[in-house]
């Protein structure tokens, strides 16, 4: 029984459905006589020949319109998705990506204006607060009125103006609105007191926000538009670091100090 329950097994393998042995085996379970019996040979069905007359008086047969149609491609929202994601994708890559464009901090500066005699000063605050009669800076700034033949004593013109305006907020408060500021500030201000002679510009930021000029312009005189004449200073910290630059200032006060000297 083992034996035949393993060749069923070995046969089942094999995919082998019914089967006959050529002997006898022992112990193999006797066989169905329906698969002893001889198959049936088949019969030859006749096939009649048609007429050649016939054939050729037959009237063409119609056109089958189903198997005539011609067939039409409808294109699939998700395949033609699918299809032109690659070409999109690879024109976005092509694309240049547009540069942000870059917002220009805002400068950071305190400044005051100050009248002395036929002049007006627009000195850079060294600390961002005005100057007492002890600083260092505003004793340079007496001695340099002095020596320039104005009062050592200059008077307060408004508020010093510090930039940036605002510690937060959407403003525009870069180099150009800065500029802007400051120049319609100081000619606000100017219009208020008696005519000016010459606008001393003591120190980078009011060189560069009220004269629209860089540290080049030390100890040239510039023409503003609504502002007049003005003459370019260093600013009082950098002469106490470097006392070099006194003697070239010296040399440029000899010729604009007659600008004003002839008003006095």
Do not use: N
């Amino acid at each position: 029984m083992i034996a035949e329950l393993r060749r069923r097994a070995y046969l089942g393998a094999m995919q082998v459905a019914s089967w006959l042995p050529r002997v006898e085996l022992p112990f193999a379970a006797p066989s169905r006589p329906e698969l002893l019996q001889p198959p049936e040979p088949e019969t030859p069905v006749a096939v009649e020949p048609v007429p050649a007359v016939a054939r050729e008086s037959a009237p063409p047969s119609a056109p089958d319109p189903v198997a005539e149609r011609p067939r039409i491609e409808v294109p699939r929202p998700g395949v033609a998705a699918r299809a032109a994601k690659p070409e999109s994708t690879e024109a976005e890559a092509e694309a240049p990506v547009p540069a942000k464009p870059q917002v220009a901090p805002p400068p950071r500066f305190a400044l005051q204006l100050l009248r002395a005699g036929a002049c007006a000063v627009l000195v850079e605050l060294p600390t961002g607060e005005p100057l007492q009669g002890r600083d260092p800076a505003y004793l340079l700034l007496k001695d340099l009125l002095r020596a320039a033949g104005l009062p050592d004593s200059p008077q307060l013109v408004g508020e010093p103006v510090r930039w940036p305006l605002l510690a937060r907020g959407s403003l525009d408060q870069g180099p150009q609105a800065a500029l802007e500021y400051v120049q319609s500030f100081v000619a606000a201000r100017l219009e208020e007191q008696e005519p000016c002679a010459c606008l001393w510009l003591v120190g980078l930021p009011a060189i560069r926000f009220a004269g629209e000029a860089e540290a080049e312009a030390y100890h040239r005189e510039l023409q503003i538009d609504g502002l007049g004449a003005a003459w370019a200073l260093p600013g009082l910290e950098l002469l106490m670091d470097e006392p070099a630059r006194k003697a070239e200032l010296w040399q440029a006060m000899r010729r604009v100090r007659q600008r004003w000297m002839a008003d006095s």
